[in-house]
């Protein structure tokens, strides 16, 4: 049996029922922002893998989706038909806005900003964000100062994250706006920020060739075989062929050693 005061849960986030300890402190939300991605309505009109286009163009962009465990850059299979906000996903949003309610602008107040990508399902995964589209399956936590990055990362990647998310919700697909409803000691995680990163966060690198942000290379690569055999048969990842990708160093000087090998 456990006892609580009726009157005391008043003073948790929305009101929400909590059973163990009360809820107490600065809640993420003073610091962050929550997005929920967006919808297209039609996915296998509006949504393809990196590898099933030869290039982006101006027609596709990269979209960032939902991850099973954390890691620094995952979730960055998909691409979106978006022909630059103007084209048939627009026409189709307009043309159902009734049924849609502009779904395929959700989470635009997230687009071109960094934060932590949150997977709303089982312990609440995340990767970092890093301004791209993405969908209605992972949430956006997005710090309204950037210099709090880290210390942000640092809360939301441990155990102690998902817990206190699961105090006030247990629901199997939390809301993205329950993300933001925990407590968050902003100098604690400075501090832990400070220890594990003191160069700052590591910049976009994946030796996954399932990612759009792989550099290309079949080694390091978790399949080098079948990276070498793509490249045999013509293929080319994004980060090789679009600069726009941001990168680490270290991705653009793997994928500019490609090139002088091809020349």
Not at 40 to 46: A, E, I, K, S, W
């Amino acid at each position: 049996m456990v006892s609580v005061s009726q009157k005391s849960q008043l003073a948790n986030p929305d009101a929400r029922i909590a059973l163990d300890e009360a809820v107490s402190g600065p809640l993420l939300d003073v610091y962050c922002s929550n997005h929920q991605g967006l919808s297209t309505g039609d996915n296998p009109r509006f949504r393809r893998e990196h590898w099933e286009v030869p290039a982006f163009g101006e027609d596709w962009e990269p979209e960032q989706s939902t991850v099973l465990d954390t890691d620094f850059y995952a979730g960055r299979s998909g691409i979106l038909l978006w022909e630059q906000g103007r084209g048939q996903l627009y026409e189709f949003g307009r043309e159902n806005v009734a049924a849609l309610h502009n779904v395929d602008r959700r989470g635009e107040e997230a687009w071109g900003r960094l934060g932590i990508g949150v997977s709303q399902m089982r312990e609440l995964p995340v990767t970092l964000f890093g301004g791209e589209k993405f969908d209605t399956n992972v949430a956006v936590v997005a710090p309204r100062d950037v210099g709090h990055l880290a210390a942000v990362w640092c809360f939301c990647s441990s155990p102690e994250y998902n817990e206190a998310v699961r105090r006030i919700d247990q629901k199997l697909n939390v809301t993205n706006a329950t993300l933001v409803k925990v407590p968050f000691d902003l100098a604690h995680w400075q501090r832990v920020a400070d220890e594990r990163f003191p160069n700052g966060l590591p910049k976009p690198y994946s030796d996954d060739p399932t990612q759009w942000l792989f550099h290309g290379h079949p080694q390091p690569s978790t399949d080098p075989i079948q990276v070498a055999v793509a490249r045999l048969a013509g293929y080319r990842w994004p980060a090789e062929t679009d600069k726009a990708l941001e990168l680490a160093d270290e991705a653009r000087q793997q994928a500019a050693q490609r090139d002088r090998q091809r020349k």
